[in-house]
């Protein structure tokens, strides 16, 4: 989606107020002996009392309000009776539908205490998404996001989960382009005022690759290595882009 209004832009932004409000009150929840069911029903509480819907399980039927994904588990983890332990590291991913705007933000967070790796696995992906951010303007190439990314990551000795990517995203849950998190030869696509993306690095201890698992959803780390994920709705401008679903 590319904003032509003001009416637009704040029903963007009231969608993305909602997508950090329930984020931080996930994150306030996180602790030892909770399950991930527990934690998906506080997100729908805070969903339900502002008139949003989880837009995961209205599209595409996905059996949660958010995805939770622990240690391995990259993206897509279903809500259930799992029980965090201290250690975990654990990604909390809301995409949400108010008014007719969509809008989507994750973060990863440890049960404490966690291992040094994890903990820079952790600040890793939220620097990789500020380096693409950073990269990220009306005029530049869309392929320039993702080389930042990747190149942050890389400096801080971790690896970019290439099968995973970022997209539009405004009218719909998912959109055009594609945001890759890595550099991607060939692409000329040139980024607009007023495109908003949803920017979200993917990454892991030591591999590229991911691996399905049974139940459908579930994507995690090829070689079951631990993974991070940090993602905001953004809007490209000429100057810094504007974070929709900042706290």
Not at 219 to 231: K, Y
Request: glycine residues 10%; negative net charge.
């Amino acid at each position: 989606m590319s904003i032509e209004t003001e009416t637009e832009l704040q029903g963007l932004r009231r969608a993305g107020h909602v997508v950090a409000l329930t984020l931080r009150a996930m994150r306030e929840a996180v602790r030892e002996g909770i399950t991930t069911g527990e934690l998906d029903e506080v997100a729908a509480r805070v969903m339900a009392e502002h008139g949003a819907r989880p837009a995961p399980k209205m599209v595409y039927g996905f059996p949660g309000s958010t995805c939770i994904s622990v240690n391995d588990e990259a993206v897509h983890g279903i809500p259930g009776a799992r029980r965090l332990e201290k250690g975990d590291v654990v990604t909390l991913d809301v995409t949400l539908e108010l008014d007719g705007y969509f809008s989507d933000a994750a973060i990863t967070v440890g049960v404490a205490p966690v291992a040094e790796t994890a903990r820079r696995l952790i600040v890793a992906a939220e620097a990789a998404f500020h380096a693409g951010a950073k990269a990220a303007r009306a005029g530049g190439r869309l392929s320039a996001v993702g080389a930042a990314v990747e190149a942050e990551v890389e400096r801080r000795g971790f690896r970019v989960l290439r099968d995973l990517c970022g997209h539009g995203i405004g009218r719909a849950i998912h959109e055009e382009p594609q945001v890759v998190n890595h550099a991607l030869r060939g692409d000329r696509t040139v980024l607009t005022d007023g495109l908003v993306i949803a920017l979200e690095p993917v990454i892991a201890a030591s591999t590229r690759r991911t691996r399905e698992t049974g139940d459908g959803w579930t994507i995690s780390t090829a070689d079951g290595g631990l993974s991070a994920h940090f993602e905001h709705t953004i809007v490209i401008t000429r100057g810094r882009p504007l974070l929709l679903t900042a706290a």
